[in-house]
């Protein structure tokens, strides 16, 4: 069966400072992969997908980006990290013909 | 640009009673509509449509869609506390992007 991981599950970083979540799925392979963001009371805003690797659509410019090194690794870094990147950040997979995504437990991130 | 309202944005039940979440939208070449509940964390899958007036079934859940007027709804039949959660509504499009809407809090209260 598959299953998808994600680390670290919160995360409390100061302003300007570097970000790297990762994302990884098993017991598929070349899954779609998406990184969404949360805010509080709010539906999900897609960040990035991936329909192979190195093989990734941006939604929103801001100052994240979203790397696949693997075929089934899923990287979401930042270089200087601003107050509004605070949310809860899912990552979530799909197979290459089908929409039903399934979710990570995500991670709460919290930027001072 | 692509946009999903869900409607109510909040609701208030007693166990037992019956309640009907909304979801319209407006996206360029759609493809599915997706109902999804979250709890504590990540959002688990309830049910997926891409056909007109066939509804999808599982247990007390039911929804439907409605291609022509743009909307869906979400049924939840004889409400339980466990019920109680977010459901987020999403569209997707034949170029795989999805949109999600702010989702509707539902609170069963015993």
């Known amino acids: 069966s598959q299953t998808i991981h994600q680390w670290p599950a919160t995360l409390v970083q100061p302003v300007g400072s570097p970000l790297s979540l990762e994302c990884t799925v098993e017991?598929?392979?070349?899954?779609?992969l998406y990184w969404y963001r949360q805010a509080a009371g709010r539906g999900l805003q897609l960040l990035f997908y991936?329909?192979?690797?190195?093989?990734i659509s941006s939604e929103v410019p801001q100052n994240l980006s979203a790397s696949r090194p693997q075929d089934r690794q899923f990287i979401l870094s930042s270089k200087k990290l601003l107050l509004s990147d605070s949310g809860f950040y899912l990552c979530?997979?799909?197979?290459?013909?089908?929409?039903?995504?399934?979710f990570g437990p995500g991670t709460r991130l919290t930027v001072l | 640009e692509d946009k999903v309202v869900q409607s109510p944005l909040s609701l208030v039940v007693h166990e037992g009673d019956t309640v009907t979440l909304n979801c319209s939208y407006e996206?360029?070449?759609?493809?599915?509509l997706l109902w999804y509940k979250q709890e504590k964390k990540a959002p688990t899958f309830l049910f997926m449509l891409?056909?007109?007036?066939i509804e999808k079934k599982s247990g007390r859940l039911s929804s439907i869609l409605d291609k022509k007027e743009l909307f869906s709804i979400l049924n939840i039949t004889a409400t339980q506390t466990g019920d109680s959660a977010i459901y987020l509504c999403?569209?997707?499009?034949?170029?795989?992007?999805?949109?999600f809407g702010d989702g509707t809090t539902l609170t069963v209260k015993p």
């Open positions: 979530a997979w799909s197979t290459g013909t089908g929409d039903t995504q399934y």
């Open positions: 017991g598929t392979s070349n899954p779609n």
């Open positions: 991936s329909i192979g690797i190195d093989q």
């Open positions: 996206v360029t070449n759609f493809r599915s």
């Open positions: 891409t056909s007109s007036g």
């Open positions: 999403a569209v997707f499009t034949n170029a795989g992007k999805s949109t």
